[in-house]
């Protein structure tokens, strides 16, 4: 069993809706969690970063943590086709190396 | 302008010969990494280095060697003995101690087999 699991998709859904992307870990020493967003043919770029339990929110990004569910969740509000990318969760439990999700590829379609 | 440079943007590898990708920063981070990403799957980590003149094998080191003799820059080489080389290469860099445990990459080099 991979230490943390993510839907590869792929992810259609019309512009305006909102995404929610989610992955699910096995190592409850995890504290930090980020996700980066992926263009085709680019490196990941940092898009969100929360530090234990609870919500961060920027714009129309929300990340969730919910460490008693090791569940982490991203939200994307009013869903435009520049969203459109592969979306990575990574998680680290301090100072060592960053677990990574496989990935969730999304579509927004206008 | 701060950042991360990976070059060549693309690398062609004949059989049997050693290719090094380059990645160099100018963000004063003391942590740099090498990764891996084959299409449909997350990063797997190659190599990293904390310090100078200091660095460990990751989740998939062998056929890989590096180097850290200067604190901007963190060379990869891709050997004979990768078999299955074909791959998008990212480096990334992390600030260190004290700082955030987030990541920041480079654009990456994509590696194709000749």
């Known amino acids: 069993q991979k230490e943390v699991e993510q839907d590869p998709g792929p992810l259609s859904v019309p512009e305006g809706a909102i995404v929610s992307l989610n992955c699910t870990y096995s190592?409850?020493?995890?504290?930090?969690f980020m996700w980066y967003r992926q263009y085709s043919r680019k490196g990941p770029e940092l898009l969100m970063y929360?530090?234990?339990?609870g919500n961060k929110e920027d714009g129309r990004f929300t990340a969730q943590v919910d460490k008693s569910s090791k569940y982490i969740s991203l939200f994307i509000r009013d869903s435009q086709p520049s969203d459109s990318a592969t979306y990575l969760c990574?998680?680290?439990?301090?100072?060592?190396?960053?677990?990574f999700g496989q990935g969730t590829r999304l579509t927004i379609n206008p | 302008d701060g950042g991360i440079t990976q070059s060549p943007k693309y690398l062609f590898r004949k059989e049997g010969q050693n290719v090094t990708l380059s990645c160099e920063q100018n963000?004063?981070?003391?942590?740099m990494y090498w990764y891996r990403q084959d299409p449909g799957q997350g990063l797997r980590l190659i190599y990293y280095s904390h310090i100078v003149n200091d660095f460990q094998k990751g989740d998939i080191a062998e056929g890989y060697s590096v180097s850290r003799e200067k604190k901007e820059s963190f060379p990869l080489t891709v050997t004979s003995a990768q078999k299955n080389p074909t791959a998008f290469y990212l480096c990334?860099?992390?600030?260190?101690?004290?700082?955030?445990?987030?990541?920041?990459f480079g654009p990456g080099t994509r590696l194709l087999v000749l």
């Open positions: 990334a860099s992390r600030p260190g101690t004290g700082g955030r445990e987030t990541q920041y």
């Open positions: 190592n409850s020493a995890f504290q930090y």
């Open positions: 990574a998680m680290t439990p301090r100072a060592q190396k960053l677990v």
């Open positions: 963000l004063n981070h003391d942590a």
């Open positions: 929360t530090y234990s339990s």
